[in-house]
């Protein structure tokens, strides 16, 4: 009985570290946590929003040129904003992203890489420390991506996904 408990919580560690939680109806808690429920994705253009009113978005993406491209690859540029519709502030520098690139035709899955710009002001998050509520901030964010065309898939989550289950975004670039 022993090992039983211990193999679920251990699948239930490894479920819930890596976002595989299963499909669950969202539920505000008492703690203030949220459940996981259902993947969530959206389309580069669009807005996601949580029960609680915060809200993440992406523009379209763009080409970026950058001295830190490396040969054999192209920069994708995106803003993202981020918003408070809830009551509480939104902890910023909290916020999570990962990148992954997906050749079309060979269908290669490679990382994208994340670009920090200083100059171009290019992954540079927020100074705030928090987002008060009713407000919305945006930024500039950059990836490095194989040169064939693809497809971009970014990650993201208000709080590393504490709080918040990541929306994955989506789009050919």
């Not at 490095?144 to 065309?149: E, F, L, N, P, R």
Request: a neutral charge; charged letters at 15%; proline letters at 8%.
């Amino acid at each position: 009985m022993k090992r039983a408990a211990f193999a679920t919580a251990v699948c239930g560690l490894t479920l819930g570290a890596t976002g595989c939680l299963p499909a669950l109806p969202e539920q505000h808690g008492a703690s203030g946590q949220y459940t996981a429920s259902v993947p969530r994705t959206a389309q580069f253009g669009q807005r996601y929003s949580w029960a609680d009113g915060v809200s993440v978005e992406f523009s379209r993406p763009t080409t970026l040129s950058s001295p830190l491209i490396g040969p054999g690859r192209r920069g994708v540029q995106l803003t993202m904003t981020v918003s408070n519709g809830g009551s509480a502030p939104l902890r910023l520098p909290m916020t999570k992203l990962d990148g992954t690139f997906s050749e079309r035709g060979t269908g290669r899955i490679v990382d994208a890489e994340p670009l920090v710009d200083k100059v171009g002001k290019i992954g540079i998050s927020p100074d705030a420390p928090e987002l008060p509520a009713g407000r919305s901030v945006h930024w500039q964010i950059g990836f490095s991506v194989s040169d064939q065309a693809g497809t971009l898939l970014v990650a993201a989550s208000p709080e590393q996904g504490t709080k918040y289950q990541d929306v994955t975004f989506a789009g050919e670039v």
